[in-house]
């Protein structure tokens, strides 16, 4: 089992920025990947960036290519994202999610290839 929570949401203007951080305790030797995906009302959930845990090879969705960055911190099983440049649009329910199953051909931004969720954060964006 692993556990994570989500922290740093809230609400900012548009054009501002935000750093969510999830904790994962537990489990987590078996840790593959590490992914952010969000919810907005009445939408799907969908993907945000995903981050390779033992290479650190990093992946984002084109709607927030160059605005945000996903990072971890191995030694406290941590991954953060940070948003810049928001927009209304980002408005959302932010998940943390993690893979522990071995590496699997399902694409990094597909939902079903993680194994774990968290609550989810809440980032509102004004415009």
């Known amino acids: 089992q692993v556990q994570l929570v989500e922290s740093g949401g809230g609400l900012v203007q548009a054009g501002g920025s935000l750093r969510l951080s999830c904790a994962a305790s537990?489990?987590?030797?078996?840790?593959?990947?590490m992914g952010w995906f969000r919810q907005a009302p009445g939408k799907e959930r969908e993907f945000v960036a995903a981050?390779?845990?033992?290479?650190?090879?990093?992946y984002y969705a084109d709607s927030v290519k160059g605005r945000f960055t996903i990072s971890r911190d191995n030694a406290k099983n941590s991954v953060y994202l940070q948003m810049n440049s928001l927009k209304p649009e980002d408005t959302a329910v932010y998940y943390c999610?993690?893979?522990?199953?071995?590496?699997?051909?399902?694409?990094?931004?597909?939902?079903?290839?993680?194994?774990?969720w968290g609550q989810g954060t809440q980032v509102t964006v004004s415009s």
């Open positions: 999610a993690t893979q522990v199953r071995p590496t699997m051909s399902t694409p990094i931004h597909y939902p079903r290839r993680y194994d774990y």
């Open positions: 537990g489990r987590t030797d078996d840790t593959v990947t």
């Open positions: 981050i390779i845990w033992s290479g650190g090879a990093t």
